[in-house]
């Protein structure tokens, strides 16, 4: 069973899982071990079961839309990079 089953179409609900489930992540070789509070754990848990949807997927895709949405984040790392090269 997964979300399909219940979602309408074009909802603000079905097009972030649309996205999330569409994010490629598999050819990435880095590996993270990240740490996550027990409410987001379970969430993250249940929503695998609700939409088959893999956790991991959705950090990839969570860090990944993170970058895009605020490059001042790369401005940050190229900035100390540059003082550390100084």
């Keep these: 069973m997964t979300w399909k089953l219940f979602a309408k179409k074009n909802t603000p609900q079905t097009?972030?899982?649309?996205?999330?489930?569409?994010?490629?992540?598999?050819d990435q070789r880095a590996l993270v071990h990240v740490r996550l509070d027990k409410q987001t754990a379970l969430l993250l848990k249940q929503l695998k079961?609700?939409?088959?949807?893999?956790?991991?997927?959705?950090?990839?895709?969570?860090?990944?839309?993170?970058?895009?949405?605020?490059p001042e984040i790369k401005t940050i790392i190229m900035d100390f990079l540059t003082q550390l090269n100084e």
């Design 15 to 26: 097009d972030i899982l649309y996205a999330i489930s569409h994010f490629d992540e598999k």
């Design 49 to 70: 079961i609700a939409t088959g949807i893999e956790m991991q997927q959705v950090i990839a895709y969570s860090v990944s839309e993170l970058i895009r949405q605020h």
